[in-house]
């Protein structure tokens, strides 16, 4: 018999040195389960694989009459763990209490501070080529506008 298999019956007749055992011995795919689930997560969840794989191990050795059959059921008991600590935390963090479906933005967007703006200057460039084709006599006057050198030599008003 598997020492998992073993260990996991050992527990379930009462022994808890036998889940203290089981950890080292499933940890590794504890953790490949938990990676696996947070990859069709959204980007940037805040739940880490660590934590995750720990919350349902805690949960998992927490189950007073479960009666381990082998390896098999309690990987599939602790699939379960997991999909319910993250649908948990999905439904804590869509709470009513906390904005639920309200945009978020940065203290800077809510304020209406506004940021720097890069000038796209090919765009700009390729603008400027086709108001030329255009109407020369206007693109100088454009092209001056945009042009730092042409201001300096603007007369005053």
Not at 17 to 43: N, W
Not at 73 to 89: K, N, W
Request: charged share 25%; glycine share 8%; hydrophobic share 40%.
């Amino acid at each position: 018999m598997e020492d998992v298999t073993r260990l996991l019956i050992a527990s379930s007749s009462g022994d808890r040195a036998g889940m203290d055992q089981l950890m080292p011995l499933v940890y590794d795919e504890l953790r490949r389960l938990a990676q696996s689930y947070l990859r069709s997560e959204r980007p940037g969840h805040t739940l880490q694989g660590t934590a995750l794989v720990h919350e349902a191990y805690l949960r998992l050795i927490d189950q007073k009459n479960v009666q381990w059959k082998n390896r098999a059921h309690f990987f599939g008991i602790a699939s379960q763990m997991i999909r319910r600590i993250l649908v948990d935390h999905a439904r804590g963090r869509n709470a009513g209490k906390r904005g639920s479906g309200a945009p978020r933005l940065s203290l800077d967007e809510a304020l209406g501070v506004p940021g720097e703006r890069e000038v796209d200057l090919v765009g700009l460039d390729d603008a400027l080529n086709a108001l030329a084709k255009s109407i020369r006599s206007k693109a100088a006057s454009s092209n001056c506008a945009f042009s730092a050198d042409c201001r300096s030599r603007r007369p005053p008003r």
